[in-house]
């Protein structure tokens, strides 16, 4: 038995060591930058390209990528000093309105959040046959606010149907398995259970539905005091970030292979998100900046928000488009 | 990993809980259960919740397979949560209730019948946070919110405290060093539970319920993503908890074996005594008809007028035969005993007599008996066993050359007396061990000895509810303890404390 405590020991110090670590310098004199990423195309196709491309290296960085499932999970994870940057979707860009991150890079605008229904099920492609159906959501994420405007839409509410409060991978085995009737996800589940169903399930609802309420924007967020102490590394990061997205355009095959590679996934999955947004080159992004869109894509966010943003924040008080700028220059 | 060694500490506690049926084994038993599904909650929410590493989701769930398993379970997070509730709050409860089944102090003894008071918190806190219950009083207002988690992990961790120190009160209650050692064990199941237990009992079940929302991470933080224990320090919790619940499986099966091999050497015994009963009783009774027909004789041979020393010790070597037979026949035939209260220096006074008349010149160090200490003992057999452990340890020391006394003493360990009987002999060789209380054992090379006097001293023993153990090291000796129900009606006895 003390033989056993004492190897244990001598493993838990080794591992110690082994798993110290955090923005720091690695042993081949790259500044090593922890990675919040959700498993989906749309968190992965630029960082992944910067990674494989060899991007990052040049700007002196390596990556550590973390699977997350959630945008305020990744948040929290930065406060408590375990992530430097991340990757967050929509629903989480209410944090950063309301001055709990910074934006120090846009990504692009989406289209993977989605109300499906089940045809076998009895819903129809009027939100009306939602009522009285067990719909699957996330609250507190873009999954609720899609829903919440879908019922809308029929003159219904959360009290017309039941609803089951699930996390996203629960959503989507649900579906799979035909114990929900509806749900309301985002990309990929969206597209895991519209394949696993084959003709039975439809979109009821997307982003592009309700385009004129808001923009489903994702984007790359780090701490206000990493982004005090670390402008530099940001804008070598967001460095990385182009060359990746330029790398895409000229290779999407290729970086959706290596993206499935990561997800440990087979490529035709990934293949088919390849639509979930309108992926940008930084040429085009900077474009957007200079010319004003991307400010008024954060503006119409924000809007879409309503109260539950802080409404009198200014766009350059969380999005750092100094960085973005300079890593273009 | 971790999920591996507690669901090998579950079932370490089933087979304990089927073996022993009793209340120490069904709170142990909880205990795990409510740690596994505690630690299966924690686990299926960090897989569906993400943030680990890869090497740290290889230590929580070995296989990646496991982890998208866990993943993709299909729950409501309401259900989800509760499974967290339920093994975080009947936790404290079950391991505090096992560290009172395990002690004997006065305030231990009382807990004992007003377990139900201890239940108070953990029901209320289980009410609290029946998912419509929390949704609707809790979740709605963060200050609420805030008072519920606080108040939860209070009370967790005094409970948590409290276990450790009653255990570590009871530690010290026990004076013999014997007993002291054994009950470490016990101790250290119930330690390894409560570490593993109290490094993720930070792991609010409203962290679950409230998923995606922003307010409870931002004014609480999420546990397992906390900087207190993030990357490395992440890899040495997880670390710790192997090591404990590795420590908890030793500890258990250790009790276990301690349990298994009591029960198995007295089935051993017992069968060994059937086998012989029968050849020995018959043995027994052609004997005595023999030494009957020969007193039958001697008397014939005295009517006919022969007198003389040789004619009176031949009548002496009958009647002691004939004793020795009777005693034999006592030995190993099932006997009742009749327990009434007696103080125990009584027994003990009744057995150094018998040990004098067995062993003239046997020296025996004796001072010091308490007083006032009674027992349910029938004080003939019970002495007789005694003074066949006095004799044996006078013989050992006289073996050894030596002629230190016998040392004999009496102390309390909670509900029980311990009768401590040391001797200075050679010690008892590790072959031998297994077989001292057999029943025709002997290593002595003696006519007189027959093999039953440790035998007997065991039966009566245990007739008295009690059991005897032994320590022995070769060269310097062995000791026996003898643990006896203490019998505490002092108002009979007018003793007071």
Known sequence: ?329 | MLFTLITLLLLIEGVFLLLRRDRRSVFLFLSSLSLFTFILGILLYIAKKGGITEATSVLLYGLDEIRRWMQYRVMTLGQLGYIVALGRFLFPLFILLAAFSFSYFPLALRMKRLWWTLAVLPVLSLIIYIPPVFKAFIAPWPWILKAAVYFSRTWIYLYIAASIAVMIHEYFSITSSFFRRRFITKMMILASLAIVYALYAPQDPAQIYLFYSNDYMWNLGLWYLTSGISDGMYVAVMALSFVASAAGCYGTLRYLRVILDDEHEEVALRRKANDASAGVSMFIHGTKNEILASRILISRIEKNGYQGKELDDLKLMMDKLLTRMERLHGAISSRSVHLDAVPIETVLEEALRKAERACPGILIDASGFMECINVLADTDNLSEALSNILVNGWEATLSASRSDPVQLAVSLERLWVSITIQDNGTGIPKEAQHRIWEPFYSSKNSSSNWGMGMYFARSIIRMHLGSVRFETRMGRGTRFIILLPRYDRREENGCQD
Request: glycine share 10%.
């Open chain 1, 1 to 329: 038995m003390k033989k056993a405590i004492a190897i244990m020991l001598i493993a838990l110090v080794a591992l110690s060591g082994a798993f110290a670590g955090g923005s720091s310098e690695s042993s081949d004199g790259l500044r090593t930058v922890r990675v919040a990423y959700m498993a989906n195309y749309a968190s992965l196709w630029s960082v992944v390209a910067g990674m494989r491309s060899g991007a990052f290296a040049d700007q002196g960085i390596e990556v550590q990528l973390v699977e997350f499932a959630d945008g305020p999970t990744i948040i929290a994870a930065m406060e408590s000093g375990s992530i430097d940057v991340g990757y967050i979707g929509h629903g989480a860009h209410r944090l950063c309105i309301n001055g709990q991150a910074d934006i120090f890079c846009f990504s692009h605008v989406g289209n993977g959040d989605a109300v499906i229904g089940l045809k076998s099920h009895g819903v129809t492609e009027d939100p009306a046959s939602l009522k009285g159906k067990n719909v699957g959501y996330a609250s507190g994420t873009s999954s609720e606010t899609i829903l919440r405007w879908t019922l809308e839409e029929a003159g219904l509410s959360f009290d017309d149907i039941t609803a089951y409060e699930m996390d996203a991978s629960a959503i989507t085995s649900a579906m799979t398995s035909g114990s929900l009737d509806a749900c309301a996800t985002w990309s990929p589940s969206s597209f895991t259970i519209l394949e696993n169903t084959g003709d039975d399930a439809f979109i009821l609802s997307d982003n592009l539905t309700f385009s004129d309420r808001t923009a489903s924007i994702a984007s790359w967020i780090v701490m206000p005091s990493f982004a005090e102490e670390n402008h530099d590394l940001l804008v070598s990061f967001v460095k990385g970030l182009y060359a990746g997205m330029d790398y895409r355009a000229e290779h999407e095959d290729e970086v959706i292979g290596w993206v499935a590679e990561v997800l440990g996934t087979d490529f035709d999955t990934v293949y088919a998100q390849r639509g979930d947004a309108e992926w940008l080159t930084s040429a085009e992004l900077v474009s957007q900046i200079e010319d004003g869109t991307i400010e008024s894509l954060y503006e119409v966010q924000k809007a879409g928000f309503g109260e539950n943003a802080d409404q009198s924040a200014t766009i350059d008080s969380y999005v750092l488009f100094d960085v973005m700028t300079e890593a273009a220059s």
